[in-house]
């Protein structure tokens, strides 16, 4: 995934999560995850997921709260893979 599809929202996998029915992401000034039907991939609904406070050149930082604890994460768009609905 390219730095312009993320910051257009496109849907994405983190690489190497492929099975049917798993939860989807893209980006609106935060994280966003779309929970997906295992049997047509539809979306189901919708939510936030996590924050984000930097875009940089070849990924992403981000951050949420878990049981009071901050948790942070980083991603490099190479390891976003796009996701194409099937026709």
């Known amino acids: 995934m390219t730095k312009e599809q993320f910051l257009n929202g ?6 190497g999560i492929t099975y049917k029915g798993a939860e989807t992401y893209y980006y609106d000034d935060c994280i966003m995850k779309e929970s997906r039907s295992s049997l047509d991939e539809r979306v189901v609904f919708k939510g936030h997921h996590c924050n984000v406070n930097k875009v940089g050149t070849k990924g992403f930082e981000g951050f949420a709260f878990i049981m009071n604890k901050k948790v942070k994460i980083k991603y490099r768009f190479e390891d976003l893979v796009e996701f194409k609905e099937e026709a």
Not at 10 to 15: D, G, H, P, Q
């Open 10 to 15: 496109t849907s994405f996998r983190v690489k």
